[in-house]
């Protein structure tokens, strides 16, 4: 298995589905970065194979400053390339969870290739951020796909997005539930974490959580808080962009008390207030596949308010576990989060809870590695 980053969104999710395929008889080698966040699991073992220039680090900052990060990172990955050549000749399977940078992941698909092991790839994303470069990361992609002996996605909406080469050997295998990762940040009180927070008590509260990128809804959300005057904003995640895009809006003396925002890489422990003071999650994404940060909602007995674009409303039950917007644009947006401020307190926490029990029967990780590992026996089986 490899996971590059070892810390985040993918890095969470790769830790429960090896965990999960360990449990059913798998030895496991995972190949990850070596500041890496993995916790020891039985029957997986982590071997320390990326080196990065982290802004934790006086040589990253320094780095970053100077616009050399980036491309020092990406020379790091390509020596790193050899080892995981190594690697990939002992396993009989090989199982890829993205790449940082699509045209290095390609370099890195082909040395898998050349290693002789079958090469499934998860594509967590099969939409594309931006339009720089657009026809050139999706060429990229495409030859990705064609290297890959099977691909694994996680919504039907998925499929239809899918590079051809890789939809020929698709495979949905849905994003696997987050009740566990929210343990692991311990009980949080809604009352404490709101006086922790500085959030009133009666207010309706919804939280915006995650990497914040500018396509993640920040500014549908500031629109909403505005034509809202109740409702209270909490945002909480490391910034790729979004807050900076968003820095004029949020500093409106018109929304003055009633943004509440912890940016940077946050403890589970930290998420755990987050959640605990939110009514609501709130997913207005413009694109997207699916979300880690919605079954997270789910773990923490959160119910969700979703765009429906890709397939966000496929793991939501609208009504029961959460609000799908009529529309993907701000006002549809505003019409649903006055509606779950009309519900109150107590409906949020029963869909909430009704989130809890969905996602621990239709996406178990015992089930997800089932999948998994029968999409394994498959390429095997084809040599």
Known sequence: MIEQGGRGGVADYTGALVA?????????????????????????????????????????????????????????????????????????????????????GLVAMACL????????????G??????????????????????????IVHTNADLERLWPAAAEHAVVIPHGEYGGLARGGGSADRAASRVHLGIPADAPVT??????RPDK????????????????????????GGLAEQAHALADPALSGRVTIREGF????????????????ALPYQVASQSGVLLLAYGFRRPVVVYPVGGMAESVIDGETGW????????????????????GAEENLRRGAAGERLAAERFSWDVIARSTVAVYRDVLGDG
């Open 266 to 281: 946050l403890e589970m422990s930290e998420a755990a207030r987050l959640f605990a003071a939110a009514d609501t999650v």
């Open 126 to 151: 099969t939409f594309e951020r931006g339009t720089r470069f657009l026809r050139t990361r999706s060429a990229v992609r495409e030859l990705a796909g064609r290297l890959a002996a099977a691909t």
């Open 207 to 212: 939280l915006l959580f995650g990497q914040l």
């Open 20 to 104: 999960a395929i360990a449990a059913l008889g798998w030895e496991v080698e995972l190949a990850t970065a070596d500041d890496h966040l993995y916790a020891p699991t039985p029957g997986v073992t982590a071997r320390r194979v990326f080196h990065y220039m982290r802004e934790s680090s006086a040589l990253g900052r320094a780095l970053g400053r100077c616009g050399l990060k980036r491309p020092v990172n990406g020379l790091l990955f390509v020596l790193a390339l050899p080892r995981v050549f190594r690697l990939a000749r002992r396993n009989d399977v090989v199982h890829s969870q993205g790449w940082e940078l699509p045209q290095l």
């Open 217 to 240: 809804g920040l500014g549908d959300l500031i629109y909403a808080l505005r034509r809202l005057p109740d409702l209270h904003l909490l945002v909480g995640g490391q910034d790729i």
């Open 324 to 343: 799908v917007c009529a529309r993907p644009d701000p006002d549809a947006l505003v019409d649903a989060l006055a509606a779950s401020i009309a519900a």
């Open 113 to 124: 290739r050349l290693a002789g092991r079958p090469v499934v790839q998860t594509a967590h």
